[in-house]
């Protein structure tokens, strides 16, 4: 009675066998193909880094040794990227807005001319009007907005880029652009002493009559608010059509 039974035990553990023989066999294969496409891809890669060094591409060697540099501002695309350089010009442009302030201060330590001539009292409103601008519009509005919604609101909605990532990187370029058309306002003429709020009586007094001063200005502000605007218009699209799946407009949360 107990041949059957051993022919049975020895028959399943043979098929036992076999399977795992077959399993062996399979995961070898998958483990040699696997070996295979990593080495392809590393071949693959290798060569077109060997082709980015040859035609000067973002994977050259100026690029890898100057992240930071103008041509890598102007190439660049990604969010993570660009939000570190609204970040590094806020910082930059709030320096400019606390020497200025730091220089009112002074003035007003005590009563009497103390760094201001007599001679140039229509720089003081020039000051307290390029403190304003750079304070609001050159460093809280691209260091919260362009630098950390840059660099989180796609992360936060699962999203790998904005959705016009051209558009975000021609916003940068434009501050840079209307900052300079604000500090050229310091040196045209008379200075746009009006004031940041742009409010009369300091606009209209015959000390802060400088037409060009002014108009740098207002175009340097104009420019400002074109940058804000297609950021934001940028982010709203990105949220709008590019979000997760799982995620609504109900659902999706403010803060990570």
Known sequence: MLIPELELAKSLT???????????????????????????????????WKKGQEKGSPLSRETRLYPFSFISLVKNCNHKGLGIYYLLSAFIFGISGTLISVLIRIELYSSGNRIISPENQNFYNISITLHGFLMI??????????????????????????????????????????????????????????GWTLYPPLSTSFMSLSPSSTAYLI??????????CLTSLNFWTTILNLRSYYLTLKTMPLFP
């Open 14 to 48: 043979s098929q036992k066998n076999h399977q795992i023989s077959l399993n062996s066999y399979f995961i070898n294969s998958y483990w040699k193909k696997g070996q295979e496409n990593r080495s392809l891809n590393s071949y693959f890669i290798n060569s077109y």
């Open 137 to 194: 519009f050159f460093l809280v509005m691209p260091g919260l907005f362009g630098g950390f919604g840059n660099y989180f609101v796609p992360i936060f909605q699962g999203s790998p880029e904005v959705v016009y990532p051209r558009v975000n990187n021609f916003s940068i370029l434009i501050l840079f652009l209307s900052y300079l058309f604000v500090i050229l306002s310091l040196i045209s003429e008379f200075g746009g002493g009006t």
């Open 219 to 228: 175009f340097g502000l104009l420019m400002s608010g074109i940058s804000s």
